[in-house]
């Protein structure tokens, strides 16, 4: 077996081989039949879309914090292809896309 595959990836080289890192809320403020449907949306397209091999997608858990996806991607274009498709709001890394303040919608303000 290749050791490409994604269990091989240790969790201090993820950074190496996925550089391009986003955060999904999990449920990202749907009800639980929408976000299933969202989530299973998600995983068909990266198989098919990304490729097995160039992402990879880990559940984090944090105290205090809400539940997060964390997706690693090879390139930005197969991470921004991936939030242009399914909308998710893009803020700055510790900033609430509700409280952003500006005219603009949230998704359409700032990086992942």
């Not at 999904?24 to 879309?49: F, N, Q």
């Not at 205090?64 to 292809?81: E, K, M, Q």
């Amino acid at each position: 077996m290749s050791t490409r595959y994604k269990g091989a990836v240790r969790d201090r080289d993820i950074d190496r081989h996925f550089p391009v890192r986003i955060s999904v809320v999990i449920g990202a403020g749907l009800d639980p039949h929408e976000w299933s449907v969202k989530y299973s949306l998600m995983h068909d397209w990266l198989r098919e879309t990304v490729g097995n091999d160039r992402h990879a997608v880990r559940s984090v858990r944090s105290l205090g914090g809400p539940d997060t996806l964390h997706i690693y991607f090879v390139s930005f274009d197969d991470a921004r292809a991936f939030v242009d498709r399914f909308d998710f709001p893009i803020v700055p890394i510790g900033e609430d896309p509700k409280r952003r303040p500006g005219s603009g919608p949230p998704h359409r303000q700032g990086f992942v």
